[in-house]
């Protein structure tokens, strides 16, 4: 699938997971990933995670799957957009492309975690409710003194859905 003329997204493979870490590593605020993490990521869940390639640069990735104990539910772990991709809608666009694929197709909710500082992921989401016309819920899921011991912010998680097809 085609988003630009130059931008082209597809499933990921596990050869593009090195590439894959070193996107994430270059999007703060994102939490850096283990290589064989991404590489697992790449692999093994491929259906549910998007590439965005420029030419042969990985220039944006989107890391989700399947809830096990709820299927109809796609919690997107990450979403990395490199520096020269960014401003372009990639995200929304990589997102979109993921729910339309077969893969996806009984999925009627998304979840994510965003700390409350992160405003870019905040307006990512939102939008991306909007233009589902699904209704976004929030809730503490992860404390910075429960979960965290004080070294990282409390994750909050976004449900978006029932989406509606």
């Known amino acids: 699938m085609m988003v630009a003329s130059d931008i082209q997204l597809s499933s990921p493979t596990s050869e593009e997971g090195m590439a894959v870490n070193k996107l994430v590593s270059a999007c703060p605020p994102l939490d850096g990933n283990?290589?064989?993490?991404?590489?697992l990521q790449a692999g093994h869940f491929s259906d549910t995670c998007m590439a965005a390639k420029q030419g042969e640069e990985?220039?944006?990735?989107?890391?989700?799957?399947?809830?096990p104990a709820s299927p109809s539910t796609l919690?997107?772990?990450?979403v990395a957009v490199g520096e020269r991709a960014?401003?372009?809608?990639?995200?929304?666009?990589?997102?979109?492309?993921?729910?339309?694929?077969?893969?996806?197709?009984t999925v009627s909710?998304?979840?994510?975690?965003?700390?409350?500082?992160?405003?870019?992921?905040?307006?990512?989401?939102?939008?991306?409710?909007?233009q589902l016309n699904a209704p976004l819920n929030?809730?503490?899921?992860?404390?910075?003194?429960?979960?965290?011991?004080?070294?990282?912010d409390s994750e909050y998680l976004v449900r978006i859905g029932p989406i509606v097809a």
């Open 138 to 152: 929030e809730t503490l899921m992860f404390d910075k003194e429960r979960h965290f011991e004080g070294l990282h």
């Open 86 to 105: 960014r401003g372009k809608g990639l995200a929304k666009t990589m997102l979109l492309a993921l729910l339309s694929r077969e893969s996806c197709a």
């Open 58 to 67: 990985l220039v944006g990735f989107v890391s989700g799957y399947l809830l």
């Open 34 to 39: 283990s290589v064989y993490c991404n590489l």
């Open 75 to 78: 919690f997107v772990w990450q």
């Open 109 to 130: 909710h998304i979840e994510t975690t965003i700390t409350k500082s992160n405003q870019a992921s905040w307006a990512l989401f939102r939008a991306l409710a909007k």
